[in-house]
C-alpha cells in the first residue's frame, strides 16, 4: 500500500511577523514519518520549508493540495506548522504572501478536498494558533466555528488548540507537534508497536494540564491503521504463541526449579527459554504471577502464572486470527 505526506513548516512571513519552530517542526516530522523503526519505508514524503527554494504562496500550497490528493487511493497526511489566523468566516492557514486583509487558504479547503478525494484514509495534522477550526464548516453553524465537524469516512483530524487558542513554541518546536514526535517515537505505541491517530492525540492530551493549549481530534475512522509502526514490546511470532501455554483465558501455567537457569544442574534449557519469553510479556504487561510480583520466586516455588486482562485481549486476537 502506497502512503504519501505533503509536510509544510513556515518560519519565514514577508508580510507578519515571522517564526522560528515551524522548520524545524516540518523537517523533524518528514525524517520521523518517512520510515518506521526498523528503517523500512512508512510516508514518502514532500517536504515544503519557507525560507526555501520556493516560495510558499496561496497559490503554491493550493497547488501542492490538488496534487497530494489527486487520483490518490491510499493513504495521505499532511501536517502543517506555521502561523494560523481566525476571521468571521472560519481559520485560515497563513501563507508566506499573507497579510492581515488576505490571510491565505481557508482551513476547510484541505478539508474538503480531503472529504473529495478518493484515498482510502486522510490524516491533518496542524500545528498553528487556532487550529481546532479544521473541520468545523461555519456554514453549519449560523457563523461559528466551534463544537461541530463534517469529516466523511476515513478522515481524520490532529489540531494543536481549540478554534478560539493560540498553539505555543517551546524548546525550538511548536508544543504540540513536539508531543506529536515524541508519540510517533514509541511514546504512544502499543504492545506491537503501533501508534495510531488516537493514540497520538491521547498521548498528546494527556501531557497537556487545564492551564495549557487545549489539542483537538476529529475523525470518522471506522478502523485505526497505524501512522507509524515502533519497535514491538512483544512481537507477533511472541504473541502468536500464546495458546501453546494459555489454552484458555483463565489458564494458570505452573512454573518450577527447571524453568530458571541460575539452578545449576537442574534447569532445562527448553523450560529456561519459556521463562525468558514469559519475562518478556510480563514486561509488556500481559502476564503476571499468581502471588507476589517476581517470575524468579514464582519459579523456585513452583508457582503459577497467569494473563492480565490485556495478555487475555492479545489471546483473543490471536484465537480469532487477528494477528
Given at each position: ?9 513556515i518560519n519565514h512571513y514577508e508580510h507578519v511577523n515571522s517564526l522560528t519552530g515551524c522548520v524545524p517542526d516540518a523537517t523533524e516530522m518528514q525524517s520521523v514519518l518517512s520510515r518506521h523503526w526498523d528503517g523500512s519505508s512508512n510516508y514518502d514524503c514532500r517536504l515544503l520549508v519557507s525560507p526555501g527554494p520556493a516560495p510558499i504562496t496561496k497559490a503554491f500550497l493550493r497547488s501542492q493540495w490538488r496534487e497530494l490528493f489527486g487520483d490518490f487511493r491510499d493513504d495521505v497526511l499532511f501536517y502543517f506548522s506555521g ?241
Amino acid at each position: 500500500m502506497a502512503k504519501r505526506a505533503l509536510i509544510v513548516g513556515i518560519n519565514h512571513y514577508e508580510h507578519v511577523n515571522s517564526l522560528t519552530g515551524c522548520v524545524p517542526d516540518a523537517t523533524e516530522m518528514q525524517s520521523v514519518l518517512s520510515r518506521h523503526w526498523d528503517g523500512s519505508s512508512n510516508y514518502d514524503c514532500r517536504l515544503l520549508v519557507s525560507p526555501g527554494p520556493a516560495p510558499i504562496t496561496k497559490a503554491f500550497l493550493r497547488s501542492q493540495w490538488r496534487e497530494l490528493f489527486g487520483d490518490f487511493r491510499d493513504d495521505v497526511l499532511f501536517y502543517f506548522s506555521g502561523h494560523g489566523c481566525p476571521t468571521e468566516v472560519g481559520g485560515y492557514l497563513v501563507t508566506q504572501d499573507g497579510t492581515s486583509d488576505d490571510p491565505g487558504l481557508p482551513m476547510e479547503n484541505v478539508v474538503t478536498m480531503a472529504n473529495s478525494s478518493s484515498a482510502r484514509t486522510v490524516l491533518l495534522i496542524l500545528d498553528c494558533c487556532f487550529s481546532g477550526s479544521l473541520g468545523n464548516p461555519a456554514s453549519l453553524q449560523g457563523g461559528t466555528v466551534e463544537d461541530r465537524a463534517l469529516l466523511r469516512e476515513g478522515v481524520t483530524i490532529l489540531a494543536a488548540s481549540r478554534p478560539t487558542e493560540v498553539s505555543v513554541e517551546t524548546g525550538g518546536h511548536g508544543l504540540f507537534t513536539n508531543l506529536v514526535l515524541g508519540a510517533l517515537r514509541g511514546g504512544a505505541a502499543d504492545v506491537r508497536g503501533r501508534v495510531s491517530a488516537a493514540s497520538i492525540y491521547a498521548y498528546a492530551e494527556a501531557a497537556l494540564g487545564a492551564w495549557d493549549q487545549r489539542p483537538l481530534y476529529k475523525s470518522h475512522a471506522a478502523r485505526l491503521d497505524p501512522v507509524r509502526l515502533c519497535e514491538p514490546k512483544v512481537p507477533d511470532p511472541l504473541l502468536r504463541e500464546l495458546p501453546n501455554y494459555f489454552p484458555r483465558a483463565d489458564h494458570e501455567y505452573r512454573l518450577d526449579m527447571t524453568y530458571e537457569e541460575t539452578n545449576l544442574g537442574a534447569a532445562v534449557p527448553a523450560n529456561v527459554a519459556i521463562f525468558k519469553k514469559f519475562k518478556q510479556l510480563q514486561i509488556a504487561g500481559l502476564l503476571r504471577p499468581k502471588a507476589g510480583s517476581d517470575l524468579y520466586w514464582t519459579a523456585e516455588r513452583s508457582g503459577r502464572v497467569l494473563l492480565t486482562d490485556l495478555g487475555k485481549f492479545y489471546l483473543q486476537l490471536v484465537n480469532n486470527n487477528r494477528i
